[in-house]
């Protein structure tokens, strides 16, 4: 029988930040993603994890922290996004952030640091990324983009989903869109900037594996879906340039990580990461 346990928050007079991880059979991972949250020096925090039936070690896993746990439950969903939507609706907080499967904080004080620069509930927070694709690491953005800077940056690209901190006025009302298979997170991302505003806080806020299903490109299957969901986005969002600079990118990518030997493609990634 799955175990839902909901807890209140203790402290009022801070920002609660919901943090929602969503696994599946992330037995070799999660451990060290739930030890990532419950190390963090911030306290107002409430804890849900959204697990999609796993059928490895994955709940034994969940169970050992329970008891630090506001809400889990494993039950069969329709995907990732599935998951991201039932993990929003059980949400509370004033902000909420998504640190799925294999995602950690970077440092222990990761949360604080973004709470000490939230100074308006209604905006988008967002900070830096470590990211790493097992052969070399580098941070995103880039150190050249800074608060100065960022809007030139967003221009041309999104803040890692792991980094963005939404509002409870837009995550309350705005859902993932399951007609996207790989590409609900930047649709996501774009209506949330659209429609909040941003601040960026200049801090590296986790370490991001680009091994995720709307990082991967490899498979022409796979490519596909991600051609096809990035263009409808992409259109939508900033127009048929945006879109096309964006196919452009998602080819290079999978020409250089299936054709060219990996070590070149580690570093060419960095260039179209940026």
């Known amino acids: 029988m799955d175990k839902k346990n909901l807890k209140n928050s203790i402290i009022d007079e801070q920002p609660l930040i919901s943090i929602v991880t969503v696994v599946y059979n992330g037995e070799e991972s999660v451990e060290e993603t739930i030890q990532s949250v419950f190390n963090q020096t911030y306290e ?92 070399d690491s580098w941070i995103y953005p880039s150190e050249k983009y800074n608060i100065k800077n960022m809007d030139i940056w967003l221009k041309n690209a999104l803040p890692n989903h792991q980094t963005m901190f939404f509002p409870k006025i837009f995550y309350k009302k705005v859902s993932y869109n399951l007609t996207y298979k790989i590409g609900s997170d930047s649709d996501y991302k774009f209506k949330a900037l659209d429609r909040c505003g941003y601040i960026f806080v200049d801090t590296i806020l986790c370490s991001f594996n680009l091994e995720g299903i709307s990082s991967k490109v490899d498979s022409i299957q796979n490519l596909k879906q991600i051609l096809k969901d990035s263009w409808s986005i992409t259109v939508k969002h900033r127009g048929i340039k945006y879109a096309l600079k964006r196919q452009i990118k998602i080819i290079i990518k999978y020409i250089l990580s299936n054709i060219i030997k990996q070590k070149f493609f580690s570093k060419f990634h960095k260039i179209i990461k940026g």
Request: glycine fraction near 8%.
């Open 44 to 135: 107002n925090i409430e804890y849900i994890i959204i697990d999609g039936g796993s059928t490895d070690g994955t709940v034994d896993i969940i169970k050992k922290y329970e008891d630090n746990i506001n809400y889990w439950v494993s039950e069969k969903d329709s995907g990732i996004y599935d998951a991201m939507n039932k993990g929003s609706k059980i949400a509370t907080g004033d902000f909420i952030v998504f640190m799925n499967g294999g995602d950690k904080f970077f440092s222990l004080n990761s949360i604080s640091i973004v709470k000490d620069n939230m100074d308006n509930r209604n905006k988008v927070y967002f900070a830096r990324a470590k990211l790493d694709n097992n052969i």
